[in-house]
T-cell receptor, first 110, second 112 residues
Framework: DGGITQSPKYLFRKEGQNVTLSCEQN?????MYWYRQDPGQGLRLIYY???????QKGDIAEGYSVSREKKESFPLTVTSAQKNPTAFYLC?????????FGQGTRLTVV | GQQLNQSPQSMFIQEGEDVSMNCTSS?????WLWYKQDPGEGPVLLIA?????ELTSNGRLTAQFGITRKDSFLNISASIPSDVGIYFC????????????FGGGTRLMVKP
């Protein structure tokens, strides 16, 4: 089935560690996005990529990094520079304006 | 970035009641989308609107693209317990390519 797969569903990280969240899509979409969602909040854009080997910072890129080596994959690394990383992370992809989301990864810093 | 004001922030209604929520912006949008997010899951697209004045239904859901292009509303008729979740509006600003701006969400709770 076509879709967007995020893994893992739950992730725990110790302070000071980097961690990478996976996002894979088989929808043949050119554009991919990472959003952060905090409790009771809307979605804030971290990074986006409109095409392979190219990506742009969103509104809250500090402390995060991404790569887009393949069309299907857009991993997000939460670095130790991100001071408040505990949140729900959502990956999305689109071919036009309608974005389709993965199931999310809940990251908790312990 | 652009701001979308979504209201109300939360609603607690009785099963069977109708629900209305809306999003407004100070600037023009080319597209309005409405999503629903179940707890612990990613948002799912409910309705997409592409033209000012457009009124579109999806089952018990009806959404409209405001004639000024600065607002949109979503109505849910005869609510049921599985309507519980967070509803987000998202818009494509006039000068932002394919980028979406999201509202803060409306949390809907339905009492059986």
């Amino acid at each position: 089935d076509g879709g967007i797969t995020q893994s893992p569903k739950y992730l725990f990280r110790k302070e000071g560690q980097n961690v990478t969240l996976s996002c894979e899509q088989n929808l043949n979409h050119d554009a991919m996005y990472w959003y952060r969602q905090d409790p009771g909040q809307g979605l804030r854009l971290i990074y986006y990529s409109q095409i392979v080997n190219d990506f742009q910072k969103g509104d809250i890129a500090e402390g995060y990094s991404v790569s887009r080596e393949k069309k299907e994959s857009f991993p997000l690394t939460v670095t130790s520079a991100q001071k408040n990383p505990t949140a729900f992370y959502l990956c999305a992809s689109s071919i036009s304006i309608e974005a389709f989301f993965g199931q999310g990864t809940r990251l908790t810093v312990v | 970035g652009q701001q979308l004001n979504q209201s109300p922030q939360s609603m607690f209604i009785q099963e069977g009641e109708d629900v209305s929520m809306n999003c407004t912006s100070s600037s023009i949008f080319n597209t309005w989308l409405w999503y629903k997010q179940d707890p612990g899951e990613g948002p799912v697209l409910l309705i997409a609107l592409y033209k000012a004045g457009e009124l579109t239904s999806n089952g018990r859901l009806t959404a409209q693209f405001g004639i000024t292009r600065k607002d949109s509303f979503l109505n849910i008729s005869a609510s049921i317990p599985s309507d519980v979740g967070i509803y987000f509006c998202a818009g494509q600003p006039d000068n932002a390519g394919n980028m979406l701006t999201f509202g803060g969400g409306t949390r809907l709770m339905v009492k059986p």
